[in-house]
C-alpha cells in the first residue's frame, strides 16, 4: 500500500505544482499562543492544503516513511525525515524542495510547493517569517486546488478501502465493484483469493461487523476502525449506550514509556484524565458531580496506593497526620531554645496551633517535664551555609556532654560508694514507632 499512496501523493503535488510558489509546514504550531497562530497563518500545514484532517495526514506519512517516530524525554514524538522526502521529491521530479527553518528555537521542515515565476519571486522562509512579524500579517497566495484536492481524497481512499472489501462484498457483484478501475478490481481479485468467510468474525457474536465483512482479526483493519470511530467522536472518547441502556465511555488514553511522559500529557489543558473525571462528572445526578467524580479517584487512590497517595501529598506540601505521631519532646525542647520562647509564651502559641489544626502535633507539657523537668540539658543551636548561599538550620547535643549533665540525676556520690565501675546504655527513637 505504501507505494501505492506515493503516487498518489505524487500525483496530487504534481497537478498543483503550476500554482503559485509558499512554503508549508507539516503540522501547523501546537502551543496556542499569539505568535504560534500567527506562524500557522503565516505557513500553513500541508493537511491543510490537502484539505484533510491532521491525524489523517500523520498516519498517512508515517505508512509511507515521510514521517518518522523518536523516543524524546520518555514520549515518542513525530518528526518529519528530511531524506525521505527529497528522495520522494527527486525520484517524482516534483516542483518541490525542502529546508529546515528555526523561527521559534525548534528546528522544523519546510517544504515548498509550487513554482516562482517574474511576478512570484522566489523568497526564504526567513524572509517570509520576518515580514509577517513586522506587519502582524502575511499573504499566503491563493490556490485553486479543490478538484485535485478531492482526486486525492478519492484516490487515499481506494489505497484503504480495497484493504477492507470482503469476499461477499466482491460475490454480490455490487455496481460500487463494477464501476472501479481494471486495477483496483485486480487487486481486489488478488487479494480475496487467500480469504475465506472463516476469516470474518462469528455471526452470532459480532453480527455488525460480519455483516459488513470486516475482518476484525487482522490489526490493521482492527485499528483502522477504532481510529474512525475516535475521529466521528471527537477523537478522544466514544460515548455510547450499554446493553444495559447505561451510559459508557471508551476514552483514548495514549502511550509512554516514562512516569515524566504520563506527567507531561496530565499537564496539557485537554488530556484522558479530564475526559474520565468529566464523563464520570456527567453521570452523577449531582450539581457537584466534577467534583464527587474527583473525590471517588483520590478514594479508591488512597484506597489501594496509600504510600505512593501520601508520597504525592507530601511532595506538594499537604499536611497528612500520621496517627499519633507528634514531634517529640526533645525536638520540641530544641525549636522553644532556639527561638527563645519561655513557658508562658509557648502555651499561648501551642494553645493558637491546636485551636487552628484542630490537633496537637507537639508532645504534651507534662511529657516534656517526665523528661526533662529540672534535668534540661539544652541544645546548641547553629547555622550552616553552603556554597550557593543556602542556610541549614541545625541543632545538636554532645553526647559525653550530656552524659556528664545526666549523670547527676542518676546516682549520687554515696551511691558509688565501694563501687568499682558503671555500665551505662544509652540509645534513642529512630522515630519509627518500633
Not at 524542495?97 to 512570484?120: A, D, M, Q
Not at 497517595?309 to 507530601?314: C, R, S, T, V
Request: glycine fraction near 6%.
Amino acid at each position: 500500500m505504501s507505494q501505492g499512496v506515493l503516487e498518489v501523493l505524487a500525483d496530487f503535488f504534481d497537478t498543483i505544482g503550476s500554482q503559485k510558489a509558499h512554503w508549508y509546514r507539516v503540522f501547523d504550531a501546537e502551543n496556542g499562543d499569539a505568535k504560534d497562530l500567527l506562524l500557522s497563518s503565516t505557513f500553513p500545514s500541508l493537511a491543510s492544503l490537502m484539505k484533510m484532517e491532521r491525524r489523517f495526514v500523520q498516519e498517512l506519512f508515517l505508512e509511507v516513511g515521510l514521517l518518522k517516530t523518536r523516543l524524546y524525554r520518555g514520549t515518542y514524538i513525530v518528526h518529519a525525515d528530511r531524506k525521505n522526502w527529497d528522495s520522494f521529491i527527486n525520484q517524482n521530479c516534483l516542483l518541490m524542495e525542502t529546508t529546515v527553518f528555526e523561527p521559534r528555537n525548534t528546528k522544523n521542515l519546510y517544504i515548498k510547493v509550487g513554482g516562482w515565476n517574474s511576478s512570484h519571486l522566489p523568497v526564504t522562509p526567513g524572509k517570509i517569517w520576518k515580514d509577517a512579524v513586522k506587519l502582524g500579517f502575511y499573504n499566503v497566495p491563493k490556490l485553486r486546488i479543490s478538484s485535485a484536492a478531492m482526486k486525492l481524497a478519492r484516490n487515499i481512499g481506494k489505497q484503504f478501502t480495497t484493504r477492507c472489501l470482503s469476499v461477499s462484498s466482491i460475490d454480490k457483484g455490487s455496481d460500487d465493484s463494477t464501476s472501479t478501475s481494471e486495477n483496483v478490481e485486480d487487486e481486489i481479485q488478488s487479494s480475496s483469493t487467500n480469504t475465506t468467510v472463516d476469516d470474518l468474525p462469528d455471526a452470532m457474536e459480532y453480527p455488525l461487523f460480519h455483516s459488513h465483512g470486516l475482518k476484525i482479526c487482522d490489526d490493521t483493519i482492527r485499528n483502522r476502525a477504532v481510529h474512525e470511530l475516535l475521529k466521528y467522536n471527537g477523537g478522544h472518547a466514544i460515548h455510547y449506550r450499554q446493553m444495559s441502556h447505561h451510559k459508557g465511555a471508551l476514552i483514548r488514553i495514549p502511550s509512554a514509556t516514562s512516569a515524566k511522559g504520563y506527567a507531561g500529557m496530565l499537564r496539557r489543558k485537554e488530556n484522558f484524565m479530564k475526559d474520565v473525571i468529566k464523563f464520570m462528572g456527567d453521570c452523577l445526578n449531582d450539581s457537584n458531580g466534577n467534583s464527587d467524580a474527583v473525590k471517588c479517584i483520590l478514594q479508591f487512590c488512597f484506597d489501594n496506593f496509600e504510600d505512593e497517595f501520601k508520597e504525592i501529598a507530601k511532595n506538594n506540601s499537604v499536611l497528612l497526620t500520621d496517627g499519633e505521631k507528634k514531634m517529640e519532646p526533645s525536638k520540641v525542647e530544641a525549636m522553644l531554645h532556639e527561638s527563645k520562647i519561655g513557658k508562658a509564651n509557648s502555651r499561648v502559641l501551642f494553645r493558637h496551633l491546636n485551636q487552628f489544626l484542630g490537633k496537637s502535633l507537639f508532645a504534651s507539657e507534662k511529657r516534656r517535664k517526665q523528661c526533662f523537668a529540672g534535668q534540661e540539658f539544652n541544645p546548641t543551636t547553629a547555622v550552616y551555609e553552603l556554597p550557593d548561599k543556602t542556610k541549614v538550620h541545625y541543632w545538636y547535643k554532645l553526647p559525653d556532654e550530656m552524659l556528664k549533665h545526666q549523670a547527676k540525676f542518676i546516682f549520687t556520690e554515696e551511691d558509688l560508694c565501694g563501687v568499682s565501675g558503671v555500665d551505662i546504655t544509652v540509645g534513642g527513637d529512630h522515630g519509627k514507632g518500633k
